[in-house]
């Protein structure tokens, strides 16, 4: 049937000659007759040869076609579902239906402004202790002494200040969540409410640790080398003012340095890209999950009260695969498109929000690798000092997970009103998931990775994020019923 | 998070030490604390870097880890698809549902029986002309003007023989369509004998035409030295034996040689493993067509009657991923199974029954390699002949598509009772389709490949397999009404 093609190659390769055309074809008979006029003699069984799938066969065949195929195949069943969503529940997107109440609003907005408040307290804090150590330094001509006692009168001053730090952060956090957890009704204000309590919160620690250390520095600067070069531009006390805190306050990172390095102009057409993606994005994931996942969850709701494992297991696949769209687009929109829209306004210069994740050879790996700034700070402040101190270095991430559960517990949970602990024991239940894995990054050739790589998705994206949502969502709708309100005519056909 | 795995991974490289472990970790900051007392000071932020997403990154990230998302969310919706379907229809599969008429199997076996003896009349008229042939060319010491006679002798002999041939493989193929049509109702039986008819058909052929070429050589020996050196070690009239021939018959291949590559030894392991293979796929097929391409099928009818696009639309979706799923087994368990399988009993050599079609960048390089032992018959005995009496390859490849348009519609048609001209039509489509594409071939870069590839997908086994499938079903109900009588308990919801 193919000779068409080489008909065409021939003609348009201005040959009217077969044989030309053959040779000049792709496909050319392994022994071709010598322009034999006998054209129905020729040989085209001349030699052995394998299938290209056989296992005899010297080269195994590329397979970039099934590659292709599959991502047809992805679109193609979407699609599908796409149809098929519309057919049984039409459109489901109604700005409407959401009940924002007013009181969530002025709370939210209140809890806003408040906040950062405390990291102003933080800075005064910060302030006293700096002219204090900078009066013990001032005095010239120090004897071995006076030097020993500048220690230990520091050493009885910082409980107070850590005291002062750990209160006013814990304030910080503790009213935001009481006032979520007690007063604003609507999940999502409640999430955004309590995700940037904790930012500011954690950004607290790090302020407070990091000029401690540094304080010390300044105290005995004989006993360490080891300033980072970076900072010699501007050392100890001269950071603590009102600039250098907000810098830091705004900046894309959790860990507090006196100096970032720092972009020499800021682009704004390349902040306004990030903004239209985050915004782009952000209305997408929205659509999806008002007229996909919503319905999903709906759905499965009786399924998970009579606990029909079989059905439980389809809806959590179906949602599966919307959960993991959402949650790649929430990645991209979060730390790609806003972090870096946020650190080209503020000349940050460290964009590394992120490193290639989605190629995780281990759970160890992917939480090493896709949210950079928390992995940072849990480094910097909870792994690194408790190893110092001598703790086994599977005690530190223990203790770095078990912090990481809480806010985790912190986040989900007290939006939604429900502390099932399922946010917890899901990051708990990765130190064995890693401990499982390890092994996988050091496996020679590709077949290790590939295995870890599945694992991650199927444990992280494919199942874990999934049930995590239709178990929370199931609380809330145990608790309260229904968010948006069910339009009538709307059907709950599976 | 992360620092977990560095923990184990310091943990098990004996190294209690902090610092080692991040130096043996995957994970080291830009510019590491000198051993420094005061951990929380580290400068993690101390270089300029891009996010690795970014277009202003250096490198682009590899995006394996994405390949094997894909692999597992097609595994996760399918399953999905499953547990769905079988939750609506429960098991469908029933061996009685089928109702083979006595009639059909008996019919089948008489056509299966009678159709090769046509392969023998086609001997016996090859014997008669060889040993004319032989005849001619037994008188020694001959003039040219002896030579110039034999010539016409020959030329006057020539169209008897032909005719003969002609009426004995047309003879073949028409009993064949007249019994199937008409008197065997089970489309399968029927695609089946039609199958075989239509092979010994091409192999009828093949052989007439090899053959006449062969003694025209013989005549004239002078006039072409073209024929292949593989067939020296049995020149012309030597060939013409009941042995040859049989092993043409039964020889994985359409294009007659008098002599074939031959493997050494039978490897009956390697015949093992493959019919394994064949019978594997073959039932995993019939699972498949029975409990999920039957209801959509079923379910598709009142769309298509009352002509609803969108519901076709997805339909044709729904089926597309079966239909495919059954294509790509068919195919493996036909061309690399079965077809492998026979050659190793026949110790046939060239294996060469299919390239890596997958990878096609255009309809026309789809058609050369998917199914080369029809492509082989087409160039060699169609094509090829038909450029040497000076027609225009266009032309050429024309009739090459009309013939096998021709070939498809009777294979389809006949044992389905339906000439509704779709598969005619559909390989007659090709002919656009593949100058469409063809440019494509042409292109420098991936690019190019890859949207020919994915034109050659979606044309053929996303669209056109489905469709055409669908039209033939709905045209069989149209008729017949169900193939299976369908159990009354069973709903036929969407």
């Known amino acids: 049937m193919a000779s068409l093609t080489e008909a065409i190659t021939t003609a ?15 496909e050319s008979p392994p022994s071709k007759p010598k322009r034999s006029k006998y054209r129905h003699v020729a040989a085209y069984h001349s030699k ?12 195994t065949p590329s397979f970039l076609g099934f590659r292709n195929l599959m991502v047809l195949v992805l679109v ?15 459109v489901l997107i ?13 709370l939210g907005s209140i809890l806003y402004a408040s906040v950062p408040c405390h990291l102003l307290v933080a800075y005064i804090i910060e302030l006293s202790a700096a002219t204090a150590a900078k009066e013990t330094v001032g005095r010239q001509k120090k004897t071995e002494k006076e030097k020993e006692h500048d220690q230990k009168v520091f050493q009885s001053t910082w409980p107070y200040t850590a005291f002062l730090h750990t209160l006013n952060a814990t304030l910080c956090l503790a009213v935001t969540s009481f006032v979520v957890y007690f007063y604003i009704h609507h999940p999502g204000i409640g999430t955004l409410c309590q995700l940037h309590a904790i930012i500011v919160w954690l950004k607290n620690c790090s302020y407070a640790f990091t000029n401690r250390d540094l304080r010390l520095a300044l105290l005995n600067p004989a006993a360490d ?5 970076i900072y010699s ?25 006196p100096v970032y390095p720092r972009t020499p102009s800021i682009r704004w057409s390349f902040v306004a890209k990030r903004l239209a993606e985050f915004v782009g994005l952000a209305m997408f994931i929205w659509l999806l999950s008002a007229q996909y996942a919503a319905p999903v969850l709906r759905n499965s709701i009786d399924k998970i009260a009579v606990m029909d494992i079989a059905s439980i297991l389809e809806r959590v696949m179906k949602l599966s695969t919307i959960s993991l769209i959402i949650w790649l687009a929430g ?13 080209e306004v503020m000349q940050f210069g460290d964009r590394e929000f992120y490193t290639d994740w989605w190629n995780s050879s281990s759970l160890g790996v992917y939480w090493r690798s896709w949210n950079r700034p928390v992995y940072l700070f849990m480094k910097r402040h909870v792994f690194s000092p408790l190893v110092g101190r001598g703790w086994s270095p599977l005690a530190a991430s223990g203790m770095v997970f078990t912090l990481s559960a809480v806010l985790h517990e912190m986040l989900v949970g007290i939006p939604t009103h429900n502390f099932i602990g399922v946010a917890f024991f899901g990051m708990m239940f990765q130190l064995p998931l890693i401990a499982l894995t390890a092994p996988l990054e050091k496996v020679k050739g590709p077949q290790g990775k590939v295995i870890g790589n599945c694992i991650f998705w199927v444990s992280f994206c ?11 969502f199931f609380a809330w709708q145990a608790k309260y019923g229904s968010v948006s309100r069910m339009r009538p005519d709307m059907p709950t056909v599976v």
Chains 1, 2 share one sequence.
């Open 462 to 472: 494919l199942v874990g994020q999934p049930l995590g949502a239709l178990l929370y």
């Open 12 to 26: 348009r390769e201005e040959s009217s000659n077969f044989t030309n055309g053959i040779v000049s074809g792709t």
């Open 48 to 59: 052995l040869q394998h299938s290209s799938l056989s296992r005899d066969a010297e080269t």
């Open 76 to 90: 193609a069943m979407n699609l599908r579902l796409i149809i098929e969503n519309f057919m049984k529940y039409g």
């Open 331 to 343: 990645f991209f929109a979060l730390f790609q498109a806003l972090l870096n829209a946020l650190a």
């Open 225 to 229: 080398p080891g300033l980072p070069d």
């Open 94 to 106: 109604c700005i409407k239906c959401h009940d924002y109440r007013k009181q969530d609003l002025i």
């Open 233 to 257: 531009s501007c050392p100890y006390p001269r950071n603590i003012t009102i600039k250098n805190l907000a810098y830091f306050w705004l900046a894309p990172t959790l860990v507090y340095q």
